[in-house]
């Protein structure tokens, strides 16, 4: 059975930083590719970036591009989310995804598993 679960959120002033984290299990991370998504009270989900499954391709949606920095360690099956100069515009439940390509990919319908998501609160 595959796992993810997401660990690292908080609340943060504005400015400051987080890193998130999430560990995989059931499935390695080192062969398919993986991302972060994003959900704020009554928005729809939102794409934040994805890693492939050699992790030679990354993308980074264009709201927190120089922002935010996806990052893989195969050897713990870990992913990571480093997010720095946070704004109170980044509050939402972050999920990592796992999907069933091996290439980056922004598009929900392509991740098969989900983890349970993590709260990050950016006050101003």
């Known amino acids: 059975q595959v796992q993810l679960v997401e660990s690292g959120g908080g609340l943060v002033q504005a400015g400051g930083s987080l890193r998130l984290s999430c560990a995989a299990s059931?499935?390695?991370?080192?062969?398919?590719?993986s991302a972060w998504f994003r959900q704020a009270p009554g928005k729809e989900r939102e794409f934040v970036a994805s890693?492939?499954?050699?992790?030679?391709?990354?993308a980074h949606a264009d709201s927190v591009k120089g922002r935010f920095t996806i990052s893989k360690d195969n050897a713990k099956d870990t992913m990571y989310l480093q997010m720095n100069s946070l704004k109170p515009e980044d509050t939402a439940v972050y999920h990592c995804?796992?999907?069933?390509?091996?290439?980056?990919?922004?598009?929900?319908?392509?991740?098969?598993?989900w983890g349970q998501g993590t709260q990050v609160t950016v006050s101003s």
């Open positions: 890693i492939s499954g050699n992790g030679g391709a990354i």
């Open positions: 995804a796992m999907a069933g390509v091996i290439y980056s990919t922004p598009y929900p319908k392509d991740y098969n598993y």
């Open positions: 059931g499935r390695t991370l080192n062969r398919y590719a």
